[in-house]
């Protein structure tokens, strides 16, 4: 079950640290790009810069201190509940993506 959490810990802070930067870069004020240059400036947001990457790592030891708390009300709080529903987020928005993609190029 140790496997588990960590697995989850890390694909939740993957998941949520990808869509802030998604949000930082899709700022009004951030950029005015659109198309095929909005995917790179996210690319290069997620990979280059450094608060990503710091992000990714302290919420995975968040999470990961969280799955291992002796409290059960606050592990299903603060673990649970966080990592469950934005790894749902995550999966909904990568599973959109790709049916859309599908339907468009078979149509």
Known sequence: ???????L????AVIATELLTIWWVLRPWSQK????ELIFAVLKASL???QP???AIFLFATFFAASRLDSKT??????WIPTVT???IGITL????????????NS
């Open 48 to 50: 280059v810069h450094a």
């Open 33 to 36: 790009t659109t198309g095929v």
């Open 9 to 12: 810990s890390g694909m939740t």
């Open 86 to 88: 934005i790894s749902c």
């Open 74 to 79: 606050l592990r299903v709080v603060l673990f």
């Open 53 to 55: 990457w710091i992000l």
């Open 1 to 7: 079950m140790v496997y588990v959490k960590a697995i």
């Open 94 to 105: 990568v599973s959109f993506v790709t049916y859309v993609i599908t339907q468009f190029k």
